[in-house]
């Protein structure tokens, strides 16, 4: 399952965030470090299901209306304070959770009412690009101790015939989430020495910079919307980093109140309508997230989710199904699994994803859509159905 992180100082909305996203009941408070571990969880990407395309909604609990939403892992670590890979707040072993992640949401607090310890301060006087900056800082120098500390090893087998610099570090960097391909593409970006004897800081550093940017990509949730001044989100925009406007906690109302009956809301949706019974005040509560979303077009949580997926780690969604004309699985159910495959997967890769054993017999595949089978190289597209045969299925 792909496995997205959120980062960020603390009292940004970390929590809310996951809270929101996953519906699972975490602490959320108004002061630094209120997490101390790690919270894991199951959240989800949405999509067009595919079952628009047909006469009937597919009926499955993870299609609503066509609103298809697709497992990923969530991921909420404790806040980063500046000098936190030397130690300094609550240290390294948070840096060190955000090794299985696949990309990063940075969450900043966008009303610049905390200052970068996470502490309250008045609503605008933190400048939030200064958390941008920081957070990827700490999280580069993190990686960059990790090279050090292994940097022996790679000596020590340079002094072997067939050593291989790229076959080294990859070797270093796999339990980072780095292939021998990104450790490639980053070796031909960088400038130095072939002997790792003479490599200096600068040297590890610039490829901790590079691979850590490669494996680990950003984006940064403008959190607090509600209450950010408009020119904080601009600054933010003027990084040239994707940034989305969010309000965690009008998501977490929203989906509170969408669990209690009393609003119709699917997370992603850019409006929602009352239809229970509800206080003043929770009704003009809930005005004032329509307001933010009417401005922003929707809460941004699960936009951010969305883009992290979909745009930072460039994956599609297939769909696999054992009868190609009424898309279901052995036991009728419809469009029962989607899986998010990087683009350029082909029929081959869909078929290991569902299993080691639908692969190695991997005979052919029928889109589904269209009735034809496909060529072993075809790419799939976000969307696709594909019916796939092997001699294990
Ligand atoms: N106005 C506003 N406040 C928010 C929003 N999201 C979170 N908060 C508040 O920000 C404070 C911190 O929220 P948390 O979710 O605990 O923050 P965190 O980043 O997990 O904090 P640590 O665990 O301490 O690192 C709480 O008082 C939240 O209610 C939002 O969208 N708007
Ligand atoms: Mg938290």
Same mark, same amino acid.
């Given at each position: 399952m792909?496995?997205i992180a959120?980062a960020?100082?603390?009292?940004?909305?970390?929590?809310?965030?996951?809270?929101?996203?996953?519906m699972?009941?975490?602490?959320?408070?108004n002061y630094?470090?209120?997490?101390i571990?790690a919270?894991?969880?199951?959240?989800s990407?949405?999509?067009?299901?595919?079952?628009l395309e047909?006469?009937?909604?597919?009926g499955?609990?993870?299609?609503?209306?066509?609103k298809?939403?697709?497992?990923?892992e969530l991921?909420?670590v404790?806040?980063?304070?500046?000098g936190?890979h030397?130690?300094?707040?609550l240290g390294?072993q948070?840096?060190d959770?955000?090794?299985?992640?696949d990309?990063?949401v940075?969450v900043?607090d966008?009303?610049?009412?905390?200052?970068e310890?996470?502490?309250?301060?008045?609503?605008?006087?933190?400048?939030?690009?200064e958390?941008?900056d920081?957070?990827?800082?700490?999280?580069?120098q993190?990686?960059?101790?990790?090279?050090?500390?292994n940097?022996e090893?790679?000596e020590r087998?340079?002094?072997?015939?067939?050593?291989d610099?790229?076959?080294?570090l990859?070797e270093?960097?796999t339990?980072? =989430?780095?292939t021998?391909a990104?450790? %490639? /593409?980053?070796?031909r970006?960088l &400038? $130095?020495?072939?002997?790792?004897?003479?490599?200096?800081?600068d040297?590890?550093?610039?490829?901790?910079?590079?691979v850590?940017?490669?494996?680990?990509?950003?984006i940064?949730?403008a959190?607090?919307a509600?209450?950010?001044?408009?020119?904080?989100?601009e600054r933010l925009?003027e990084?040239?980093?994707?940034v989305i406007?969010?309000?965690?906690? =009008?998501?977490?109302?929203l989906r509170? %109140? /969408?669990?209690?009956?009393?609003v &119709? $809301?699917?997370?992603?949706?850019?409006?929602?309508?009352?239809?229970?019974?509800?206080s003043?005040?929770?009704s003009?509560?809930l005005?004032?997230?329509?307001e933010?979303?009417?401005?922003r077009g929707?809460?941004?949580?699960?936009?951010a989710?969305d883009?992290?997926?979909?745009e930072?780690?460039?994956?599609?969604t297939?769909?696999?199904v054992?009868?190609e004309?009424r898309?279901?699985d052995a036991k009728?159910?419809?469009?029962? &699994?989607?899986?998010?495959?990087p683009r350029?997967?082909?029929?081959?890769?869909l078929?290991y994803?569902?299993?080691?054993?639908?692969g190695d017999?991997?005979l052919h595949a029928?889109n589904?859509?269209?009735?034809?089978?496909?060529?072993?190289?075809y790419?799939l597209?976000e969307?696709?159905v594909?019916?796939?045969?092997s001699t294990?299925?």
């Amino acid at each position: 399952m792909i496995s997205i992180a959120l980062a960020g100082k603390p009292n940004a909305g970390k929590s809310t965030f996951y809270k929101a996203a996953t519906m699972a009941d975490v602490d959320v408070a108004n002061y630094p470090f209120t997490t101390i571990d790690a919270n894991r969880g199951v959240s989800s990407v949405r999509t067009d299901c595919p079952c628009l395309e047909r006469d009937e909604r597919c009926g499955d609990e993870h299609c609503r209306a066509g609103k298809r939403y697709v497992p990923i892992e969530l991921l909420d670590v404790a806040g980063l304070v500046p000098g936190a890979h030397e130690g300094r707040g609550l240290g390294n072993q948070f840096l060190d959770e955000l090794t299985n992640a696949d990309a990063i949401v940075n969450v900043v607090d966008a009303s610049g009412g905390t200052n970068e310890e996470g502490e309250p301060v008045e609503v605008g006087t933190y400048d939030p690009v200064e958390e941008v900056d920081f957070i990827e800082e700490e999280m580069d120098q993190w990686l960059a101790g990790i090279i050090d500390r292994n940097w022996e090893t790679v000596e020590r087998q340079s002094r072997s015939p067939d050593f291989d610099v790229d076959d080294a570090l990859a070797e270093m960097l796999t339990g980072f =989430g780095a292939t021998e391909a990104d450790v %490639a /593409a980053s070796l031909r970006d960088l &400038d $130095y020495p072939e002997d790792p004897i003479q490599w200096t800081d600068d040297h590890r550093e610039a490829l901790a910079r590079d691979v850590r940017a490669r494996t680990k990509p950003i984006i940064l949730v403008a959190n607090k919307a509600d209450v950010a001044p408009p020119e904080n989100i601009e600054r933010l925009n003027e990084t040239g980093k994707p940034v989305i406007p969010a309000t965690a906690e =009008g998501e977490l109302a929203l989906r509170q %109140a /969408a669990e209690a009956g009393v609003v &119709d $809301y699917d997370p992603g949706d850019d409006d929602f309508e009352i239809v229970g019974d509800l206080s003043d005040e929770q009704s003009a509560g809930l005005e004032k997230i329509r307001e933010v979303m009417a401005e922003r077009g929707g809460t941004g949580i699960q936009t951010a989710l969305d883009h992290a997926v979909y745009e930072l780690l460039d994956r599609i969604t297939a769909y696999p199904v054992q009868n190609e004309t009424r898309w279901t699985d052995a036991k009728g159910n419809v469009l029962p &699994d989607a899986f998010l495959l990087p683009r350029g997967s082909t029929p081959t890769d869909l078929a290991y994803a569902v299993h080691s054993d639908i692969g190695d017999g991997y005979l052919h595949a029928v889109n589904a859509k269209t009735n034809r089978e496909v060529s072993e190289s075809y790419e799939l597209e976000e969307g696709d159905v594909i019916k796939i045969v092997s001699t294990a299925s």
